[in-house]
């Protein structure tokens, strides 16, 4: 058991410092008071995605199991943020059913991230395969900034 914190020990945890991540910060998460916790924000906490930046795009890849397409929405703001979203639903209950544990979240969840400048917004692709949403976007070239050599005379 190492004892370094997972921020500080894992480089692919998200630091709490990512300038890009609009996750909500929630400081009653951790306490585990009560009715701090509701399903929503218990869906939302447990939605995990990496992010990954290639020499060509960056990907996104997001554990949603159970779900299906059509249940989870990727979308684009102007300002240049990605959000996925989507709805756990609660499983039926029947009146002779006997619950001895309930950990699996329902409710909704939603992960925003902002994008950075080089990512081509228009040209995002999304894919799910065996409840793992990827969503691509190819980056365009940097352009190299002209550089002119200035003769110095005197």
Do not use: C, Y
Not at 19 to 44: C, H, M, Q, R, Y
């Amino acid at each position: 058991m190492s004892l370094i914190p997972r921020m500080f020990s894992d480089r692919r945890s998200s630091s709490m410092f990512d300038p890009f991540s609009i996750d909500v910060f929630d400081p009653f998460k951790e306490l585990g008071f009560p009715g701090f916790n509701s399903g929503e924000t218990s869906a939302f906490a447990n939605t995990r995605v990496d992010w990954k930046e290639t020499p060509e795009a960056h990907v996104f890849k997001a554990d949603l199991p159970g779900l299906k397409k059509e249940e989870v929405k990727v979308e684009i703001e102007d300002d240049r943020v990605l959000q996925i979203s989507g709805e756990r639903n609660v499983e039926k209950e029947d009146k002779n059913d006997r619950w001895h544990r309930v950990e699996r979240s329902s409710g909704k969840f939603m992960r925003r991230f902002r994008l950075p400048e080089n990512a081509k917004m228009d040209q995002v692709k999304a894919s799910m395969e065996n409840g793992v949403l990827t969503v691509t976007l190819p980056k365009e070239e940097m352009k190299k900034p002209d550089v002119k050599s200035i003769q110095i005379t005197g």
